[in-house]
């Protein structure tokens, strides 16, 4: 299987969540905000988590499309470093810019600002020039093409990177140390590689989010009272998370019970004589009693089978009495209604009157005696009719009325009746039933009662008897409370036998902890479904790992970028030149996807094998710009590179090695070489011309960049030193009629103050004139080759006279290039003198063309 049907096998072997990261990845190349925040969104659900099959994953088999990026220039530098340019570095439009410069000249302080915009992560911090006043702002424009587009950005120290430079990759001392000494990364690597990386970074940010939620999960669970802190209670609280189920309901139940015995407890732990506490709970005892024998015999005679009762008896003694009332209608009565009760009661008060003026004769008197009521004198038909009267009263109906009648008179003699408003709540008061709502549920109770009986002793003519219900409810708590106080009277009658008062004081604490925390039973739960939820981030972002990505990165980077990068090491080593320093680039290991690599020497059998503290400074360049180069000049697409002293401490071999290896590259991308060395300059300029004349001509492009009066990075013009001899005959002859413009008007010392540095630099073309000119460039300093191509024959037109002249005008200013004794005054030419010097070099040059052009 290839690898990149290896890496999809793997993929779809993956949980979805992941899945669609890498699919996010592989279609837009990097993961926004708001991605990161939906995969994680996914793997917190059963679906995210589970294995799926569905993604082709096509952009595996896709190469990436490289984007193209050329600097163009650096202008507008303000508060950085030393530089103060008075016009932009101008890098050209060729693809191989060098730009020379003495020690101090800023070359550096341009290869640091590149560092810190494209991002490096070597760059080092921009300060603004020690020597000069804090500037109000650091700041330059950056200008640059990027797939042919021209674009430019004010770019200010401290800003973040400019993201379209990142592709930038420079080499300086800093780079160079760190391949030497550190383990490195490939700065470029597969696509299908960078995807792990890519992938281990997305669970990072993926756990970040996680992180960030879980971290919101905040505890509202209220602190322990210290005094608590050694309770059974205390530990389970401490332990929340280990509690489930049963456990946690009875850690968080707090019962009537409970809290009656720690009422219990407390009262038990106050009172000094416990059997007159004894005594005190008994007497409350019996008021409860009676509270709760007078409810439920009230209850009783109130319920509605003793109101039928009484409804019964009420109706038996009416027909009764009905019965008795018919069979008293005898025949001697005259009037109406007699067997009723009103002529009964007559009668009955008749019988008692009877007594006194008949003593001793029985009742009805009526021989020899006077009616009792009228006290007239009774006639045969009165006497008859009270003799009858008292045989009816005497008689079995009328006995029976009254029996009936009895009865529900005294069953309603029965009814209990109310205590009044005020006796209720001294009697609840005494039996310690001190809610208001113990009195008034009892006189609503008694109330009702009262009405019933009221209504029961009327007949219930006016208003039916209801039953009383709803007592019983309160009958039964009485009855607890009734039992409790029992209960505590028995305790302490026991306590005041005997009372251990530390294991009550333990056993109260206790039961304190357990209600408080039976109080925060809602926070409890709150607690242990955030403790929930922690367990669950936890798992989720276990399933974030990215261990398993690492794993299978090592496997695939094995061959896919271990053996390429090295091949690329050993291939940049030969193009160097330096193959044959015993030197290897290994893999050292695999971390967070990323494979990590280091030089190391071969062979080495004893001591220490870094390169660093074996081989000569040179050595150590050589190898560090070949691990360079080979880490990033075959990433895809063309951005600049940029060489800051590439050749410092190289000898000749190794620079034009260098210098054709840099050459090679500008074929294909812009490359910037900052350097101080004018050799380097030399064989840049002649490994260009072995690339062709045309692609000289369109890309090679020297500069120069200098120090002034303080500040550095300035761009040079077009001098002496980088010009042809032709252009260089005439920028001295400008510059002369300038310095005699200027001695004219300021004076002879501005005059002689510039032409000591035309003298300077006459000396100079005269050296070059014979490189260029008289030798026709056979042989030229700072160069590896000696030229001889269609050069040779130049030299045979060479005459004494002209070689006589050169040395007459090497001599007369010499004087102005090399320090002389201070017996012996230079003196600076005239203008009219050096003008004629220099017009005579210049029509030498040209009558020596002439004389080679005829000749050929």
Not at 780 to 801: K, N, P
Not at 806 to 816: A, E, H, P, Q, R
Request: proline share 4%.
């Amino acid at each position: 299987m290839d690898v990149q049907g290896q890496i999809r096998a793997w993929l779809l072997g993956q949980q979805d969540w992941l899945q669609e990261a890498a699919d996010r990845l592989l279609k837009h190349g990097k993961l926004t905000a708001d991605d990161i925040a939906a995969v994680a969104a996914l793997l917190k659900t059963k679906e995210g988590q589970a294995v799926t099959k569905h993604r082709p994953f096509d952009e595996l088999t896709h190469a990436p499309a490289g984007s193209s990026l050329r600097l163009s220039r650096i202008d507008g530098v303000s508060g950085i470093e030393s530089l103060g340019p008075r016009q932009p570095l101008d890098f050209g439009i060729g693809n191989l810019t060098v730009i020379y410069g003495h020690n101090g000249s800023g070359k550096s302080c341009y290869t640091r600002i590149l560092k810190k915009v494209s991002g490096k992560p070597r760059a080092t911090d921009l300060k603004p020039n020690v020597f000069q006043e804090a500037p109000a702002e650091s700041k330059c424009t950056i200008s640059f093409q990027q797939d042919q587009n021209a674009l430019g950005v004010e770019w200010h120290v401290g800003s973040p990177p400019i993201e379209a430079l990142r592709d930038v990759d420079i080499f300086d001392s800093d780079e160079a140390s760190h391949y030497l000494r550190s383990e490195s990364t490939a700065t470029y690597t597969p696509p299908m590689i960078a995807l792990f990386e890519k992938l281990v970074a997305a669970t990072d940010k993926v756990k970040v989010v996680l992180d960030e939620e879980q971290e919101k999960l905040v505890s509202a669970l209220p602190a322990l009272p210290f005094t608590y802190q050694q309770t059974e209670a205390a530990r389970s609280y401490r332990a929340l998370g280990a509690i489930t189920g049963a456990a946690l309901e009875q850690l968080l139940q707090w019962t009537p019970q409970d809290a009656q015995s720690l009422e219990a407890l407390t009262e038990r732990l106050k009172v000094d004589d416990p059997a007159a506490l004894a005594k005190q709970k008994r007497a409350t005892k019996a008021q409860v009693v009676q509270i709760i024998d007078n409810a439920r015999q009230a209850s009783k005679s109130y319920s509605s089978e003793h109101l039928e009762v009484i409804r019964s008896l009420r109706t038996t003694a009416a027909a009764k009495r009905q019965i008795a009332v018919e069979g008293a209608k005898v025949q001697s009565a005259v009037l109406d209604g007699v067997g009723m009760p009103t002529w009964h009661a007559l009668w009955e008060a008749a019988r008692n009157y009877s007594s006194t003026p008949y003593p001793t004769v029985p009742f009805p008197v009526t021989t020899n005696a006077r009616c009792i009521l009228c006290q007239q004198d009774l006639s045969a038909e009165a006497q008859q009719r009270l003799i009858d009267f008292e045989r009816f009263v005497q008689g079995k109906l009328e006995s029976d009325a009254q029996a009936a009648e009895r009865l529900h008179s005294e069953e309603l003699s029965h009814l209990p009746l109310a205590p009044s408003e005020a006796q209720l709540q001294t009697q609840c008061a005494a039996a310690g039933l001190t809610d208001p709502q113990w009195s008034e549920a009892l006189w609503k109770f008694w109330n009702e009662a009262s009405k019933n009986r009221h209504s029961l002793q009327n007949h219930e003519l006016i208003e039916a008897a209801i039953p009383i219900h709803g007592i019983e409810k309160n009958i039964l708590i009485l009855e607890t409370y009734r039992d409790q106080l029992e209960g505590q009277a028995a305790q302490f009658e026991k306590d005041a036998l005997e009372f251990d008062r530390v294991k009550a004081g333990n056993d109260k604490l206790a039961l304190e902890a357990r209600q408080w925390v039976a109080q925060q039973a809602e926070a409890v739960r709150s607690e242990i479904r955030r403790q929930g939820s922690i367990k669950t981030y936890e798992a989720w972002k276990t399933c974030a790992s990215s261990r398993r990505i690492s794993t299978k990165a090592t496997e695939v980077s094995e061959n896919v970028v271990t053996e390429a990068y090295v091949a690329r090491f050993n291939r940049e080593l030969r193009s160097l030149g330096a193959s044959r320093i015993q030197v290897e680039l290994l893999k050292t290991r695999t971390t967070r996807g990323k494979v990590l690599h280091q030089l190391r020497l071969k062979g080495v059998k004893n001591g220490d094998d870094l390169p660093e503290k074996v081989l000569s400074e040179g050595e150590r360049r050589i190898i560090s710009l070949a691990a360079f180069l080979a880490d990033v000049a075959d990433k895809p697409g063309a951005a600049p590179f940029v060489f800051d002293d590439p050749i410092s401490s190289l000898d000749h071999d190794f620079e034009w090695h260098v210098a054709c290896r840099l050459a090679n590259l500008a074929q294909h991308r812009q490359v910037l070489v900052f350097t101080h060395r004018l050799s380097l300059y030399g064989v840049l300029e002649d490994v260009a011309k072995k690339v062709g004349e045309d692609w000289k001509k369109a890309n090679y492009r020297a500069m120069c960049i200098e120090s002034f009066s303080g500040v550095s990075g300035h761009p040079a013009d077009q001098a002496v030193w980088n010009s042809n001899t032709k252009s260089a005959n005439n920028i001295l002859l400008d510059r002369l009629r300038a310095a005699k413009k200027a001695g004219e008007t300021d004076g002879a010392g501005t005059y002689q103050a510039l032409a000591q540095g035309i003298c300077s630099d006459l000396r100079k073309l005269l050296e070059r004139s014979v490189e260029d000119d008289l030798l026709n460039k056979v042989v030229q300093r700072h160069r590896r080759s000696v030229t001889t191509d269609g050069r040779l024959s130049g030299l045979q037109g060479i005459l004494v006279e002209e070689l006589n002249f050169i040395d007459d005008l090497m001599t007369k200013y010499s004087c102005f290039e090399h320090s002389q004794s201070s017996e012996i005054p230079i003196m600076i030419p005239e203008e009219p003198e050096l003008k004629a010097d220099i017009e005579s070099l210049q029509k030498w040059r040209t009558d020596l063309n002439d004389r080679r052009k005829q000749a050929v």
